[in-house]
């Protein structure tokens, strides 16, 4: 029996296949969406006590690895353009080395002026120090006269007047070298700060200039430092501790710490000390469950040389709780 189209009615037979077929599509969609529940090993262990402290009260915290120094921000004294850069990210460095050069040129320029005032100057000096050493010889001269009317007293008034004109001119001469040196001192000065140098022995662990770029030292609270460096052999690592854990940390007892995403890497860490000052909470861990309205006692360690550990890099650690405090729990 052949099926006419023409008598077919859309609401009563197509209308009803069209929804089976959207049933059945939507159920195959559901099916191959569902998310996969099968149970796997997380590809990053989380951070977990071994050891004595496994089965041992404790403290755990989130830290950030610094240098022995802290990170020590270099800037500028004077702006201008960067000349010359000497360093680079991973240089070892040591005190009073050169870090970078700012343009100079104008306070060299400067010191030539100074040092040709200073020649001047005493090229002046010695011309009014001889001028009045004659006028004086000759005023001794013509007082050691027996006879007072063999000289003028004109004449000796005009050499009493070029002795007292040659020691002014002496006074002004001297008074010009000594601002002249003043000026010479001041720009060499200025010259020295234009040479940027490392305060202290370190590692260079970043560098955010180039040469022929700009210098400022009136940069924003958000700029850059141009040089950041540190002492990293040893390196420090800063531990968070939550106010409300600080009664119960053991202060001087080792810390276990391991880097972020590494649990499997324990190393023992020295205790240093304890900064006495309670601050707000800035270093995050982006965890979900984290709190950052709180304040924190932050307590430094010292771990030995290795690879795991970079500056800036996150770490966790398990600190040993005070024994009056585990009695307590």
Same mark, same amino acid.
Request: hydrophobic letters at 45%.
């Given at each position: 029996?052949?099926?006419?189209?023409?008598?077919?009615?859309?609401?009563?037979?197509?209308?009803?296949?069209?929804?089976?077929? +959207?049933?059945?599509?939507?159920?195959?969609?559901? %099916?191959?969406?569902?998310?996969?529940?099968?149970?796997?090993?997380?590809?990053?262990?989380?951070?977990?006590?071994? +050891?004595?402290?496994?089965?041992?009260?404790?403290?755990?915290?989130?830290?950030?690895?610094?240098?022995?120094?802290?990170?020590?921000?270099?800037?500028?004294?004077?702006?201008?353009?960067?000349? $010359?850069?000497?360093?680079?990210?991973? $240089?070892?460095?040591?005190?009073?080395?050169?870090?970078?050069?700012?343009?100079?040129?104008?306070?060299?320029?400067?010191?030539?002026?100074?040092? @040709?005032?200073? @020649?001047? @100057?005493?090229?002046?000096?010695?011309?009014?120090?001889?001028?009045?050493?004659?006028?004086?010889?000759?005023?001794?001269?013509?007082? #050691?006269?027996? !006879?007072?009317?063999?000289?003028?007293?004109?004449?000796?008034?005009?050499?009493? &007047?070029?002795?007292?004109?040659?020691?002014?001119?002496? +006074?002004?001469?001297?008074?010009?070298?000594?601002?002249?040196?003043? *000026?010479?001192?001041?720009? *060499?000065?200025?010259?020295?700060?234009?040479?940027?140098?490392?305060?202290?022995?370190?590692?260079?662990?970043?560098?955010?200039? *180039?040469? &022929?770029?700009?210098?400022?030292?009136?940069?924003? &609270?958000?700029?850059?430092?141009?040089?950041?460096?540190?002492?990293?052999?040893?390196?420090?690592?800063?531990?968070?501790? !939550?106010?409300?854990?600080?009664?119960? %940390?053991?202060?001087?007892?080792?810390?276990?710490?391991?880097? /972020? &995403?590494?649990?499997?890497?324990?190393?023992?860490? #020295?205790?240093? /000390?304890?900064?006495?000052? %309670?601050?707000?909470?800035?270093?995050?861990?982006?965890?979900?469950?984290?709190?950052?309205?709180? /304040?924190?006692?932050? %307590?430094?360690?010292?771990?030995?040389?290795?690879?795991?550990?970079?500056?800036?890099?996150?770490? $966790?650690?398990?600190?040993? @709780? /005070?024994?009056?405090?585990? #009695?307590?729990?």
């Amino acid at each position: 029996m052949a099926i006419s189209l023409r008598n077919m009615s859309f609401s009563r037979q197509l209308l009803p296949i069209f929804a089976v077929v +959207g049933v059945i599509g939507a159920g195959f969609y559901i %099916v191959g969406e569902l998310p996969d529940r099968a149970i796997a090993q997380p590809r990053v262990q989380p951070p977990k006590a071994t +050891g004595d402290l496994a089965n041992a009260p404790r403290v755990a915290g989130a830290g950030l690895v610094e240098p022995a120094s802290e990170i020590i921000d270099i800037g500028a004294a004077l702006s201008g353009l960067v000349t $010359d850069l000497r360093v680079a990210p991973g $240089d070892t460095v040591g005190k009073g080395d050169v870090l970078f050069m700012v343009d100079d040129r104008a306070a060299r320029a400067a010191l030539a002026e100074a040092n @040709a005032a200073i @020649a001047e @100057a005493r090229a002046a000096i010695a011309e009014a120090s001889a001028a009045q050493t004659t006028a004086r010889q000759q005023l001794d001269l013509y007082r #050691k006269l027996d !006879d007072p009317a063999a000289v003028s007293r004109a004449e000796v008034i005009r050499v009493e &007047g070029e002795e007292t004109a040659a020691t002014s001119r002496l +006074g002004l001469a001297r008074a010009r070298l000594a601002a002249a040196e003043a *000026r010479a001192a001041s720009t *060499r000065t200025e010259i020295e700060r234009l040479t940027v140098r490392a305060p202290i022995a370190g590692e260079i662990l970043a560098v955010n200039i *180039r040469p &022929g770029e700009f210098v400022s030292t009136q940069g924003g &609270g958000n700029a850059a430092p141009f040089i950041q460096m540190g002492t990293t052999n040893p390196l420090h690592i800063r531990i968070d501790i !939550d106010e409300s854990e600080v009664a119960r %940390v053991k202060l001087g007892a080792d810390a276990t710490v391991s880097p /972020r &995403g590494a649990a499997d890497i324990r190393v023992k860490a #020295k205790f240093v /000390r304890a900064e006495p000052l %309670v601050v707000p909470k800035r270093s995050l861990t982006n965890s979900a469950a984290e709190r950052v309205d709180v /304040r924190v006692m932050q %307590v430094i360690y010292a771990v030995p040389p290795s690879e795991a550990f970079k500056v800036g890099q996150q770490v $966790d650690a398990f600190i040993p @709780a /005070r024994a009056t405090a585990a #009695k307590g729990n």
